[in-house]
């Protein structure tokens, strides 16, 4: 079974760091696009960052320099930076190989 599982969310105070990670349990990964959404209480998932295969990345306007995304074979990393409350959310990977896959998501919560 295809799978797309995440790690690294957690509570963190404003200002602070994460790093996610998100593993794919098939190499088909290898060459499609992943990525991150995250969705907010109350809110619609949005997409956060994406890379391709070959390594191009994408970012909402509200993460553009505080967020990298990075990647390693079928593992992709989201690193967070200067966290403030309104980033929390669940954050989930995304992948597209045909149809999109989802992972289950890791709860991120940026609170003093």
């Known amino acids: 079974q295809v799978q797309l599982v995440e790690s690294g969310g957690g509570l963190v105070q404003p200002g602070g760091s994460l790093r996610l990670s998100c593993t794919a349990s098939?190499?088909?990964?290898?060459?499609?696009?992943l990525g991150w959404y995250r969705q907010a209480p109350g809110k619609q998932r949005k997409p956060v960052a994406s890379?391709?295969?070959?390594?191009s990345t994408d970012y909402s306007d509200t993460e553009k320099g505080r967020f990298i995304i990075t990647r390693d074979n079928t593992t992709v990393y989201l690193q967070m930076g200067n966290l403030q409350p309104e980033d929390t959310a669940v954050y989930f990977c995304?992948?597209?190989?045909?149809?999109?896959?989802w992972g289950q998501g890791t709860q991120v919560t940026v609170s003093s």
């Open positions: 995304w992948s597209y190989v045909g149809h999109p896959y």
């Open positions: 098939s190499t088909i990964f290898s060459i499609a696009p």
């Open positions: 890379i391709t295969a070959a390594g």
